[in-house]
């Protein structure tokens, strides 16, 4: 699978199809992060493109005012988008189900909001242009291959980093809350400190997402929060199968490739592409993941 | 200074009164199917089309076209029911919401295929006359808007407390099994909620629509009020959305003219409001704890 990454754009022709991965990767490192909180907490979070935002912006502002280097403004950038984390995870997680889901979207607008009127610090809608080019030491990442390579080995840490998590006692007590949270508190399990801790996690995933995406891209704009964004992570980890780290990556994959191809039905593309999202949940309700499961239950009788 | 306050309540009483009607739908749909249509902007949409292709392009009447608009939404909102909602009942409420989102998505971009990005106007000729009562300027077309609603939301009342399927949709919030036991169609009471909810929506893009200039977008914004609206009520609680309408539309207007800055800021007043209202009382303004 690592072999395979890392091959892939070598043996792909040409830079836009290596473009298309660098964008698949960034979501799909987002999409990690929405997962912990979706496949692992149970919470549906509506405020997502926030988060990404938040991550955006901070490796925008300081590269541009400060000219902070490379590696440093993507670690602030995930922790400073962690610490936004725990501030709104903190009193929305005191929430559950549809009131978590809402209230997280309030959130996220009125960060929206903020960054589009926010104009001395912001510029408003006109964005943040010129965000200069990552330099590792004294060579310059402005390839796609090079993002390409960033995004993969933040989505490797990413991996890893859930990985340990799931199997510590900390992973098993965040799916004893998913499974039936009364209990995982009646058993001693600090639930809420923990969904909490949780969130900030995947947050940070988030906000790193985010770093890249505007070095990447040399400009942030407030479009980077809207809801749009959301939905499309949303969508990616339920299709691909909340809880489930393939999944994850398969669904993140297939719909950033899904609407960048889908470019030559030009006008007709979103039709599409909404029709495709309501027909895939209404004959796999359980995903990528859960079709998997069933085909190879139908092999091994 | 007093009349200003005045005036900016009317204007704000009237557009509450339609985010009453839009957030209606929404609130009956989740208290009844325990569903939140994303979607449900999208028939607000689709009633502002429909009713601009009735006046503009066939030349109806207003009230007429508002009226075929809304057996048109709630139509439309029957199909969806069938297509998106029926087939997930059962399933985790995460896999609703993306139905439902993508059907949000394919109705928006469908009408932006079928209409264009620009923004149209439904030019009724008579919409701007304005009346004036002690000081109050209203338009004829407030006052239009202002008068449907009031009476839409009154038949709806009575409807959900009267009428032998108002009964039945409230046997069903209530206790789903028990309805279901006492022969009540459970199933066929979920798809006609569901059409109530995308009706009254597409109505009220019909009085909205006229107000202000319709676009394949405008969904968004409404669902998103509606949202506002329905979580200050507590969600499914009817009264508490016609309410929570109307304080958002008054919020709004007094909060525009007033706060430094406040029309920029305008629809922060309701996030703000949401906010609030779901960190210190998560069960609506009007709700008791359960």
């Not at chain 1, 960033?150 to 510590?168: E, F, K, P, W």
Request: a positive charge.
């Amino acid at each position: 699978m690592a072999v395979v990454a890392i091959a892939l754009p070598l043996v792909l022709p040409g830079s836009y199809h290596q473009h298309v991965l660098v964008l698949a990767g960034i979501f799909v490192l987002m999409a990690l992060g929405f997962d912990l909180v979706l496949g692992y907490l149970g919470e549906l979070s509506l405020g997502h493109a926030a988060f990404f935002g938040i991550g955006a912006y901070t490796t925008a502002l300081l590269t541009r005012s400060f000219a902070v280097p490379f590696p440093v403004d993507l670690v602030l950038a995930g922790l400073f988008t962690g610490v936004f984390g725990f501030l709104i995870g903190g009193p929305s997680l005191r929430l559950k189900g549809p009131y978590f889901a809402i209230v997280t979207f309030g959130f996220a607008e009125i960060l929206r909001l903020l960054a589009l009127n926010w104009t001395s610090v912001t510029r408003g809608p006109m964005g943040l242009p010129d965000v200069p080019h990552a330099h590792l030491g004294p060579y310059p990442i402005n390839t796609e291959l090079g993002y390409y390579y960033v995004v993969l080995a933040l989505i490797g840490l990413a991996v890893l980093v859930t990985r340990r998590l799931l199997d510590s006692t900390v992973g098993h007590a965040f799916l004893a809350i998913r499974e039936n949270e009364e209990l995982a508190s009646a058993a001693g399990i600090a639930t809420f400190r923990l969904k909490v801790v949780g969130f900030a996690i995947g947050m940070v995933f988030t906000g790193m997402a985010g770093s890249v995406y505007a070095r990447y891209v040399h400009f942030v704009d407030p479009t980077a929060l809207s809801f749009y964004f959301t939905v499309t992570v949303v969508s990616m980890v339920i299709l691909g199968g909340q809880g489930s780290i393939a999944g994850t990556i398969l669904g993140a994959l297939l719909l950033t490739l899904l609407p960048e191809y889908l470019r030559v039905a030009e006008r007709a593309r979103l039709v599409i592409f909404g029709a495709f999202l309501m027909l895939a949940i209404v004959f796999m309700p359980e995903g990528l993941q859960g079709l998997w499961r069933r085909f190879r239950r139908r092999r091994t009788p | 200074m007093t009349a200003v306050l005045l005036q900016q309540v009317v204007n704000g009483v009237t557009i509450g009164v339609v985010y009453a009607l839009i957030a209606v739908g929404l609130t009956l749909v989740f208290g009844i199917l325990d569903v939140i249509n994303f979607a449900h902007g999208e028939f607000y949409m689709l009633g502002a089309f429909l009713t601009y292709s009735l006046v503009i392009g066939l030349g109806l009447d207003y009230f007429v076209a508002l009226a075929i608009a809304l057996a048109g939404a709630a139509v439309a909102g029957l199909l969806a029911e069938r297509l998106t909602v029926r087939p997930l009942q059962g399933r985790h409420m995460f896999t609703v919401v993306l139905s439902t989102l993508g059907l949000s998505i394919f109705l928006q971009n469908g009408a932006l295929l079928l209409w264009g990005p620009d923004p149209r106007e439904i030019d009724l000729g008579w919409g701007g006359q304005p009346l004036v009562a002690g000081g109050l300027v209203i338009t004829r077309l407030r006052l239009t808007v202002l008068a449907t609603g009031v009476a839409l939301i009154a038949a709806l009342t009575w409807f959900i407390r009267r009428a032998r399927w108002g009964m039945a949709m409230r046997a069903v919030a209530r206790n789903r099994d028990a309805a279901a036991l006492m022969g009540i169609p459970v199933q066929r009471v979920y798809a006609f909620t569901f059409a109530v909810g995308t009706g009254l929506a597409g109505v009220a893009g019909g009085l909205l629509g006229a107000m202000f200039t319709i676009e394949p977008t405008m969904g968004e914004w409404a669902v998103v009020k509606a949202f506002c609206v329905v979580i200050m009520g507590g969600m499914g609680n009817v009264p508490g959305a016609i309410i929570g309408g109307v304080i958002l539309g008054v919020a709004e207007n007094v909060g525009a003219g007033f706060l430094p800055g406040g029309s920029s800021y305008k629809d922060g007043i309701g996030y703000a409001i949401l906010i609030l209202v779901l960190l210190c009382r998560p069960q609506g303004l009007f709700g008791r704890r359960a």
